[in-house]
């Protein structure tokens, strides 16, 4: 579905991505892991058309879209649920959906959209009740199911997350989770940025390890877990310090 | 049966996306942890990052045989110690052995590995897996466990029990799958007349062969003295073990598991890649190994890729039976010998000078070697017959005792053994039928 090869990304003269290639097939659940400045949300933004690479070769589906503006790669089927959620605090719930469904609704696809926003209320009813509400007062976990809807309201093929489960509580964490393994079973594949490794790979089938800017690991989800250094790094299993 | 439907029929366009990025991770992991490759890749001046597709891999050097022992013990790992579960070694017979580590991972994928093998000559839960591999440093009785075990067969480690109580387990335990070295399958088959034993009497269906060449010949015999199908596979220490390749039932190549190693078939002169279809030494990438990732090792092996669609349905790359070696190594019952360590050994011991030949034969399906030494003029009294009892039983002793194996030692005159053109003498003899 996804196919990312030898990326090359950037902000201006500092490279963040050397060549990195990855790929999810469809009904994957792929799990990207790395620290902080691992250029892990520099990836999903060069996917989803935010940056543009400098080298490198992304396919959707098949097709070339390096470069392509990002409202052709969401009409695709490729949406990003942003870091930090980025809704738009001042509108309501249900105007934050629909925008989520700007370019269907301009294309005259009003009933698919209705249906669209049911299945959303579906998911979350909490979104329902507080349709009216502006997005800037629910919760955080509210917050993230919000940006997670208006991502699913653009009828993806893939959804791009990055980190969904950032300062939420671990309740609620749980249940962002649950959510994102029942995308699966409507058809949606993701690519997931994770910190909180333990949760994501108890979901994911796959997964790749990033360290500054590079790809060092690839592996079943079983795999990583048994990973030393993803043991150490993300699964807080630490070692006494033993002299080497 | 194809265990692991997902990987081993992936198209070859979606297996090229696995392998690449699976090689770039394990480039920026040896770079990152082993100072061999880290200097290697900064002496030849590319960047990893010009590492863009499979092909691109042949810009990088090649690992050998000789830099492995230099690593000795630890230097090639990429993991700390505390990282590896399992270390085995290669036999080493001179010099240093080659020390190889494994983490759970590199368990987990080595089990796989030998599970595909064995599930493609069809053995199941049903069977009874006799593994008369040596359990030891020596790869082969591990690997192959491992791997019977996974697919829920009841595994007999029957290790390096005598070839008449390997017979006796057999008949008792009701063995259906052999697994061992074409060259005691052989002995095995001898042994079973000689106890008046037919293999009627036996419950054998397979047998798996491997660690060592053997011809198609060897394969009719070894199906008639046994009454089992005899499958070939491919595997080393340095890569991983047994389980690098093996054949499936349609018995023409062995499917080379190219989503854990890429392979790469080079002109052992040029070092360049041979002709699609040619013979050439086979060299390995690993790109799933995270205790002791190798790149571009070179085998000595000989062999090529067979073009064409495997009926059988996996997508996986199939070699042709190993044809030979690009060195001469020797393979006697297993062990492998270099004629150079029998130079060395004939150079320690006083009066014998280093022209030499090495005869191999097969006597009751056992091989044997005998090394013809020319006596050297230099050595005092050397027409004394106690004197030459002397060397002889000395060479004889040093041979035994540093490669291990029996041989029979003669003396011949000086200048006796006939010289090749270029002044050399034929140093090995082989009557062996294979």
């Known amino acids: ?244 | 049966m194809i265990l692991n439907r997902f990987y081993e029929t992936l198209t070859r366009d979606e297996l090229e996306q696995v392998q690449i990025e699976r090689l770039q991770s394990t480039l920026n992991r040896v770079y990152r942890y082993v100072a061999f490759y880290r200097q290697a890749f900064d002496r030849s001046g590319i960047g990893l990052e010009k590492i863009k597709s499979l092909n691109d891999l042949a810009r990088l050097p090649f690992t050998t045989k000789d830099d492995l022992r230099k690593s000795y013990p630890y230097d090639m790992f990429a993991v700390p110690l505390r990282d590896i579960v399992r270390i085995q070694a290669t036999s080493g017979t001179t010099g240093k052995p080659i020390i190889v580590g494994y983490t759970k991972n590199d368990l987990r994928n080595w089990t796989e590995c030998t599970a595909r093998l064995l599930a493609a000559a069809e053995v199941d839960e049903h069977d009874v897996v006799q593994i008369a591999f040596s359990y030891s440093l020596f790869t082969g009785g591990f690997g192959f466990h491992q791997g019977a075990e996974k697919l829920g067969a009841s595994v007999i480690p029957a290790s390096n029990a005598s070839p008449e109580q390997q017979i006796l387990i057999m008949r008792d335990f009701k063995t259906t799958v052999l697994v061992c070295a074409p060259s005691f399958a052989a002995q095995l088959s001898t042994v079973l007349g000689a106890l008046g034993l037919h293999a009627e009497k036996l419950h054998l269906r397979v047998g798996l062969f491997g660690a060592e060449p053997w011809s198609e010949g060897l394969r009719t015999q070894l199906e008639e003295g046994l009454h089992l199908k005899a499958m070939d596979n491919y595997g080393l220490t340095e890569i991983i073990g047994p389980g690098v390749a093996g054949e499936c039932g349609e018995r023409r190549g062995l499917h080379i598991n190219e989503d854990h190693f890429i392979v790469e078939l080079i002109n052992p002169d040029t070092l360049q890649p041979v002709a699609p279809g040619e013979t050439g030494e086979l060299v390995f990438t690993t790109i799933t190994k995270e205790g002791f990732p190798l790149i571009r090792y070179r085998t000595g092996d000989l062999s090529r890729l067979i073009p064409g669609e495997c009926p059988c349905g996996r997508t996986l790359a199939r070699m042709e039976r190993v044809s030979g070696r690009t060195d001469d190594l020797i393979f006697i019952e297993g062990l492998k010998v270099f004629p150079s360590q029998i130079e060395d050994i004939l150079l320690s011991c006083e009066g014998a000078a280093p022209q030499f030949r090495i005869v191999l034969d097969r006597e009751g399906g056992l091989d044997t070697l005998e090394v013809q030494v020319e006596l050297s003029e230099r050595l005092p009294a050397f027409d004394e017959l106690k004197t030459l009892e002397r060397v002889r039983a000395a060479i004889a002793r040093r041979i035994e005792a540093v490669i291990g194996i029996q041989a029979k030692v003669s003396l011949v005159e000086p200048r006796s053994l006939g010289r090749q053109t270029n002044g050399k003498a034929r140093r090995v003899v082989d009557n062996r039928q294979r």
């Open chain 1, 1 to 244: 579905m996804l196919r990312v090869n030898n990326l090359e990304a950037g902000y201006g003269k500092l490279r963040v991505l050397k060549n990195v290639s990855l790929h999810v097939s469809a009904g994957e659940i792929v799990i990207l892991l790395g620290a902080n400045g691992a250029g892990k949300t520099t990836l999903l933004k060069a996917v989803c058309g935010i940056l543009r690479p400098h080298g490198g070769e992304i396919f959707f589906e098949g097709a070339g879209v390096l470069g392509a503006g990002m409202e052709r790669i969401v009409e695709r089927g490729c949406v990003l649920v942003p870091e930090g959620r980025q809704l738009f605090n001042p509108m309501t719930v249900r105007e934050n959906l629909l925008l989520g469904a700007y370019l269907r609704l301009r294309r005259g696809q009003g009933a698919q959209v209705r249906q669209s926003l049911e299945d959303v209320f579906g998911l979350f009813p909490l979104l329902a009740e507080r349709q009216n509400q502006l997005a800037g007062t629910l919760s955080g976990g509210e917050q993230q199911m919000l940006a997670i809807g208006r991502a699913l309201m653009s009828a993806p093929k893939l959804v791009l997350m990055d980190e969904p489960s950032m300062g939420l509580a671990p309740l609620v964490v749980e249940r962002i989770f649950e959510t994102v393994a029942g995308l699966r079973s409507r058809g949606i594949t993701v690519l997931l940025v994770e910190q909180n490794a333990r949760a994501s790979l108890a979901i994911a089938r796959r997964g790749y390890v990033m360290e500054t800017g590079q790809i060092v690991l690839e592996g079943s989800a079983q795999e990583l877990a048994d990973n030393h250094d993803v043991r150490r790094a993300y699964l807080g299993k630490d070692y006494r310090k033993i002299e080497e």
